[in-house]
């Protein structure tokens, strides 16, 4: 099927939201009647048919092709503004007043038809991201104590547990309960395969159930899930303008009131200063107020930026405003954060060793360890017991591995926690306090532990492994006759991601000139991951204010500067830099509230495409820009030296309007 026949068939189903398709339909339909009346005109003056055929045919092309332009008019003026529907009006009567009516209609015509295609193309690149309204049904099939109902989701509570069958979309987010399937979430994350799920695995609404029967139970209310806030986010990023986008509508007035008054010259300096005559100086002058209209400049940036938006979007990127995917595609330095971003984020504990033989003579292996690692059971307890409290992935590893082997949890009171070095908790009537060496370096003042030798030997052993580590040390007494000593000490490990090492291969084809790490894990740990992965500069032990420090020092160095993490742990860099990109693990609440860019799928394979896409879409705005403007200059020296007529300035001009429009909407389909 050709071009004509695709828009005669989205004329007739246009691809739109339904509010939309009444509205495109009745401006494609005035289109057809403009260009009729068009055609009535001129050919019944070739024929020789008589004025009222003639002017009949004229006057349907100036009702129908100047009507919304002159209510588009009436409205900016009541603001009060000048748009270009003004000047295309006002151009088209002014032809029709020198006896050239169908340069006028001609005008009108390509005018309005240019608005259809410009409309088409805004919307279809709309049309990409709302369908995912549509991708979530409307009803749960719930258990209840009678069976299974069919309730509609906004009655469908947390904690509810409905069936999805083979085939079926998931009405809700959740968490699988019963039964095992693979889920096709590539409407959300744009992951290209689907995905195994078993019970205890998070699910999320919109997406496919594939091969079997699922049981989930419901973890976010409608209002609440993955999808719904997608769709709320990139609504809300359509209407952050891009830096180029804000430029333009800053200008807009000024450079059309000064077409206004370069039309306005044209006519009074050679009228009454060079006294030519009247007819050859309006009609020039017309058609240098087409020529010089910026209808293109203006339809070239939200064209390009809504299909980047929505193209990342069916990917599993999710830029949240035209002005990030300006600024991302200017990146050229990158700053990552370790844990959960280079790495897995699984954190699981290796070791629990105490210093002098175990705390407690039972000691089980941990089971998910791939080594046989050293695990005292008492020290593990008495370590879960204290970061039980604590939210960092360090502590959720140790409860983790103490719930693993059933034990005991004493309770805990007054806990604290040191950004960036350790906590510390009452347990049992005794301090215990958990930290890496600069927390007792600092905390503890110059109080003498007894065993740090020993304590510090191990944990650089096992930090030159590979592992994380802190330190166990007991604080007994009360008032100045405390001592301090160490108990043992924990180990740490965690996954390297798959596609970690060719995400940074791809960044640096890319033309990203400098790869950073940013970490508070040690600095051992740090370099072991970063010759893993390539990373050229490795910063640890940083503090929340020092990761700052180096993302602005970076941003001294280069022209903008990204900031990968998981959106937890890194907020002040994350804000600090040019463009912070989260990773969202298909809607975490952090990662979408702070970044500016979201990888949806929680994969960091995403980010080279989402600076490619960000780079492609500026490359865009610069070519639109040179055929917008080269386009109003050319045409606006072939008047002043050959003086080209009107229907070529109109050609000239709306079909440019047209081309960058379609150069934009090609962004829609960008794979990287």
């Given at each position: 099927m050709g071009w004509l026949g695709r828009l005669v068939s989205a004329i007739r189903d246009p691809p739109l939201p339904e509010e939309r398709q009444g509205t495109f339909r009745r401006q494609a339909a005035f289109v057809a009647l403009t260009f009729i009346g068009m055609v009535v005109g001129l050919v019944g003056g070739w024929l020789g048919a008589s004025g009222t055929v003639i002017w009949g045919g004229y006057a349907v092309a100036y009702a129908f092709g100047g009507w919304y332009g002159v209510k588009g008019s009436i409205e900016a003026l009541r603001e009060p503004a000048i748009e270009i529907d003004l000047l295309m009006v006002l151009a088209a009567t002014g032809a029709?007043?020198?006896?050239?009516?169908?340069?006028?209609?001609?005008?009108?015509?390509?005018?309005?038809?240019?608005?259809?295609?410009?409309?088409?193309?805004?919307?279809?690149?709309?049309?990409?991201?709302?369908?995912?309204?549509?991708?979530?049904?409307?009803?749960?099939?719930?258990?209840?104590?009678?069976?299974?109902?069919?309730?509609?989701?906004?009655?469908?509570?947390v904690g509810d547990v409905f069936v999805v069958r083979p085939g079926d979309r998931l009405p809700l987010d959740g968490v699988v309960v019963d039964g095992e399937s693979t889920v096709d979430q590539s409407s959300l994350t744009g992951e290209s395969v689907p995905v195994s799920k078993e019970p205890g695995d998070e699910v999320y609404g919109g997406t496919i159930n594939e091969t079997g029967s699922l049981e989930i139970r419901v973890t976010r209310e409608s209002d609440d899930s993955a999808i719904t806030r997608l769709i709320h986010m990139v609504e809300e990023a359509r209407s952050k303008r891009a830096p180029t986008q804000q430029l333009i509508d800053r200008y807009e007035q000024p450079y059309v009131l000064g077409v206004f008054t370069m039309t306005a010259v044209a006519i009074v300096l050679p009228l009454f200063v060079l006294e030519h005559a009247f007819e050859p100086t309006f009609y020039r002058a017309m058609t240098l107020m087409v020529a010089a209209s910026p209808c293109a400049v203006i339809i070239s940036t939200p064209a390009a930026v809504l299909s980047a938006i929505s193209a990342g979007g069916r990917r599993g990127v999710l830029f949240k405003g035209?002005?990030?995917?300006?600024?991302?595609?200017?990146?050229?330095?990158?700053?990552?954060?370790?844990?959960?971003?280079?790495?897995?984020?699984?954190?699981?504990?290796?070791?629990?060793?105490?210093?002098?033989?175990?705390?407690?003579?039972?000691?089980?292996?941990?089971?998910?360890?791939?080594?046989?690692?050293?695990?005292?059971?008492?020290?593990?307890?008495?370590?879960?017991?204290?970061?039980?409290?604590?939210?960092?992935?360090?502590?959720?590893?140790?409860?983790?591995?103490?719930?693993?082997?059933?034990?005991?949890?004493?309770?805990?009171?007054?806990?604290?926690?040191?950004?960036?070095?350790?906590?510390?908790?009452?347990?049992?009537?005794?301090?215990?306090?958990?930290?890496?060496?600069?927390?007792?370096?600092?905390?503890?003042?110059?109080?003498?532990?007894?065993?740090?030798?020993?304590?510090?030997?191990?944990?650089?052993?096992?930090?030159?492994?590979?592992?994380?580590?802190?330190?166990?040390?007991?604080?007994?007494g009360t008032g100045s006759g405390t001592d301090l000593r160490v108990l043992g000490w924990l180990a740490f490990t965690d996954t390297i991601r798959e596609d970690a090492v060719e995400t940074i291969t791809q960044l640096r084809e890319r033309g990203i000139e400098r790869i950073v790490m940013l970490t508070g894990d040690n600095e051992r740990v740090a370099r072991h991951i970063a010759e893993a992965v390539g990373i050229d500069e490795v910063y640890a032990e940083l503090l929340p204010e020092e990761k700052v420090k180096h993302i602005e020092r970076l941003q001294s160095r280069h022209e903008a500067v990204a900031m990968v993490g998981d959106g937890v742990n890194d907020a002040p860099a994350l804000a600090t830099a040019d463009i912070s990109v989260g990773m969202g693990g298909a809607g975490t609440d952090v990662a979408l509230e702070t970044a500016d860019v979201v990888l949806m799928s929680d994969e960091l394979s995403r980010l080279p495409y989402a600076f490619a896409l960000s780079r492609e879409t500026k490359r865009t705005l610069y070519i639109n820009f040179i055929i917008a403007f080269g386009a109003i200059a050319i045409m606006i020296a072939a008047i002043l030296t050959a003086g080209i007529p009107l229907p070529v300035a109109v050609i000239g001009h709306e079909g440019s309007t047209v081309l960058v429009s379609l150069i934009g909407l090609r962004l829609l389909g960008f794979d990287g």
């Open positions: 029709l007043i020198i006896g050239a009516p169908f340069e006028g209609a001609l005008l009108l015509f390509l005018f309005s038809l240019s608005g259809v295609l410009e409309e088409y193309a805004i919307d279809r690149s709309r049309t990409a991201i709302r369908s995912l309204v549509e991708m979530r049904p409307e009803t749960a099939r719930v258990k209840r104590d009678d069976g299974v109902q069919s309730v509609p989701i906004g009655e469908v509570a035209g002005e990030h995917i300006e600024t991302a595609g200017a990146v050229d330095a990158v700053a990552f954060d370790k844990t959960g971003t280079l790495t897995e984020g699984n954190t699981r504990l290796t070791d629990a060793v105490a210093l002098d033989g175990r705390l407690d003579s039972s000691s089980t292996p941990d089971p998910t360890a791939g080594e046989s690692p050293d695990v005292d059971t008492r020290l593990l307890s008495l370590a879960a017991a204290v970061q039980a409290r604590s939210e960092h992935h360090l502590g959720a590893a140790t409860v983790e591995a103490a719930e693993e082997q059933d034990l005991s949890i004493p309770r805990a009171s007054g806990f604290e926690a040191v950004v960036g070095k350790g906590v510390h908790a009452t347990v049992e009537d005794r301090t215990i306090h958990i930290g890496n060496l600069r927390y007792f370096e600092t905390v503890t003042a110059d109080r003498p532990i007894e065993g740090i030798d020993a304590g510090s030997t191990a944990v650089r052993r096992l930090e030159d492994e590979g592992k994380t580590s802190v330190l166990v040390v007991e604080e007994s």
